[in-house]
């Protein structure tokens, strides 16, 4: 067989391995790995030596240091503190409370793990929906969605947007300037359309509650260690200053991380052990692998392939092409875990752009917002929409697909038509 056939019946059997989940998406990237170096030197493809190179070490050593980070931050009980004391000021103001909440997820999740933050606000929202009377159901699945509009927040907030970033050398100001104007339309939907369905007629439970003001809860049961919070607040405060000041210190962001590792290690008061239990390993791993994989890709010529079926849509004026390669991804991203469509597509975007000599930003942009939208279609798109549906039955709460599609389908359809235009006009205004 050539290298292209054996390259594609491997990148077939990887696609339906993940669309089936029969194994854990990482142990699925670690075999592609071993298979693309074992055909792709068995070939004469790439050398040993190379794939050191493909690896992409300093995004993966990156990765590990921002997970452990977040998770120094999350052990030391911030996340718990700050989500209680905003439920016992605005508890009894349900209403409130709920675009509070959303809000929150949001901005939580641009700056920690998807998965950390689903737990700690589902959670919480349960603990409250029977005193508040919001309907847990509704809030912790929007949660959900609003988890991955997070990730488009800054260059860490998620993998898919961690990937291009450190690719393309996009700066925290830079990657902000467009992304902010992203998270507030979308956050903004998300909140009013929830307001209008689900929380704008009160029901006798909810109105009780908002009378007997029951949610007189002390935040600081939450912490075991006022100090180590403290500490690591500004530890992490230092982290995110640094890495915006990156350039200017001449320093790389997989240096910045793992200095700030050992800063929160030697100070912080936080136990390492717990923190190396709680972080999830299996994300370097599954992204190291599947950088492999792509390299292996590249060099038989499948990328190539693909790029063929993207060419004609490049082709057209970047306000139309830009928005339908967004919408490509959110839909891919939808069966497909968002980290390798985004590992798939870049080079092929980056190769096409560069051939036809045209502005890279819109189609780079159209990656991150499709592959962080696109998990929301479907309940196992993304790993944080599917713990909260676990949540709720753990709970007792039944969510079917179809109750998921009338819950969240409103929000998230606009929310990516919202995307697709907003991106469109910022290429026609010239901020892309």
């Known amino acids: 067989m050539t290298p292209l056939t054996t390259f594609t019946i491997i990148f077939t059997i ?5 669309v089936t989940e029969i194994e854990h998406r990482a142990v699925v990237a670690m075999l592609a790995a071993v298979l693309s170096v074992y055909f792709g030197t068995a070939y004469g493809l790439f050398s ?15 990765i590990v240091g921002i997970l452990v980070l ?14 209680l004391y905003l439920l016992n000021k605005l508890g009894s103001k349900s209403t409130l ?15 920690s793990s998807n998965i950390t933050v689903m737990l700690i606000f589902g959670a919480i929202t349960l603990k409250f929906s029977e005193v508040l009377g919001i309907d847990a159901k509704n809030t912790i699945l929007v949660e959900g969605l609003q988890t991955n509009v997070g990730g488009i927040l800054i260059p860490i907030s998620s993998i898919p947007a961690l990937i291009i970033a450190t690719k393309t050398h ?42 007997s003001r029951k949610t007189n809860v002390d935040p600081w049961t939450a912490v075991e260690n006022p ?18 000041m990156s350039e200017q210190i001449g320093l790389r962001p997989s240096f910045i991380a793992f200095f700030f590792v050992t800063i929160s290690f030697l100070l912080s008061g936080v136990d390492p052990d717990k923190v190396f239990q709680r972080t999830d390993w299996s994300i370097p791993f599954f992204v190291a692998g599947f950088f492999i994989f792509v390299g292996g890709l590249e060099r038989s010529g499948v990328l190539d392939k693909i790029a063929e079926g993207l060419v004609n849509i490049l082709y057209l004026n970047p306000c139309i ?24 597509l870049y080079p092929i975007v980056k190769e096409l752009v560069e051939i036809m000599k045209i502005n890279p930003a819109p189609f780079y942009w159209a990656l991150i917002i499709g592959g962080n939208l696109g998990g929301n279609l479907t309940t196992f798109g993304s790993p944080s929409v599917l713990i909260g549906v676990r949540l709720l039955e753990r709970n007792d709460i039944e969510v079917t697909m179809g109750d998921y599609v009338k819950i969240c389908y409103p929000i998230v359809v606009i929310q990516i038509l919202a995307s697709m235009l907003l991106l469109s006009l910022m290429v026609s205004l010239g901020l892309l």
């Open 321 to 344: 092409s830009a928005p339908l390669l967004l919408l490509i991804c959110a839909i891919i991203s939808a069966f497909i875990d968002n980290i390798p469509v985004v590992l798939i």
């Open 170 to 211: 996009m700066t925290f100001m830079k990657f902000m300037r467009i992304s902010v104007p992203f998270i507030i339309s979308l956050t903004v939907i998300s909140v009013l359309i929830s307001w209008i369905l689900y929380y704008r007629k009160k029901s006798p439970v909810r109105e009780a509650a908002e009378r």
């Open 14 to 18: 990887v696609i339906l391995l993940l």
């Open 48 to 62: 040993f030596e190379e794939i050191v190179e493909m690896l992409n070490l300093d995004t993966v050593l990156f």
């Open 70 to 83: 977040f998770e120094t931050i999350s052990e030391s009980g911030f996340f718990d503190f700050l989500g």
């Open 227 to 244: 100090s180590a919070l403290y500490r690591s607040l500004l530890i992490f405060s230092g982290f995110l200053v640094a890495i915006f």
């Open 97 to 111: 409370l709920v675009i509070v909440q959303l809000t929150l997820v949001t901005l939580f999740s641009g700056i």
